[in-house]
């Protein structure tokens, strides 16, 4: 699969305005080269680089989104568009939450997975478990930021 983005390149620095600094929106994705029995998608953007993120483990890192029962039908997601079922990022809210690094430059790593079924039953616990049972295949795309203060 392939995960792009029309907002920013992939390990390219994102605009302001997909960030706590800007309207805090989420980017465009878009994906193709699904598997054909792929049932439907499941996304996360997590910030590894984030105070207290576990180095290699997703599920410990800071969570920005986390969106599940996409459609298989599907292969974009628009400029701040509501998809699926979305479970609280680490801010405690279901939804988007932008980049607002406290210092330096962050990854922010946008995962989407293809999966074998739908309607899944996942909750902030076992998402990541489930996603990565039911995984057919998945791509990534990684954006950077860094919170600038405006003077």
């Known amino acids: 699969m392939i995960l792009k ?12 305005k997909f960030t706590a600094d800007g309207i805090n929106i989420s980017p ?8 054909p029995e ?4 499941a996304l996360i953007c997590v910030d590894p680089d984030a ?8 599920a410990r890192s800071f969570m920005h989104w ?6 298989a039908s599907m292969s974009e ?14 801010f405690g809210k279901p939804g988007y939450k932008g980049p607002s690094p406290p210092s330096g430059t962050h990854r922010y790593i946008f ?13 902030r616990e076992n998402f990541l478990k489930e996603f990565e049972k039911h995984k ?9 930021y860094e919170h600038t203060t405006i003077k």
């Not at 057919?136 to 950077?144: C, E, F, M, R, T």
Request: no cysteine; net charge negative.
């Open 28 to 35: 465009q994705l878009e994906w193709s080269n699904a598997p």
């Open 38 to 41: 792929t049932k439907s998608f």
């Open 66 to 71: 986390i969106v599940y029962d996409i459609p």
């Open 136 to 144: 057919l295949d998945s791509a990534q795309i990684v954006g950077l």
């Open 5 to 16: 983005s029309q907002d920013f390149k992939p390990n390219k620095h994102m605009s302001s």
């Open 111 to 123: 995962n989407l997975y293809a999966l074998d079924t739908e309607h899944l039953t996942v909750n």
């Open 51 to 58: 105070p207290g993120a576990a180095p290699g483990a997703q």
């Open 77 to 90: 997601i628009k400029q701040g568009e509501k998809v699926g079922k979305e479970l609280p990022n680490s």
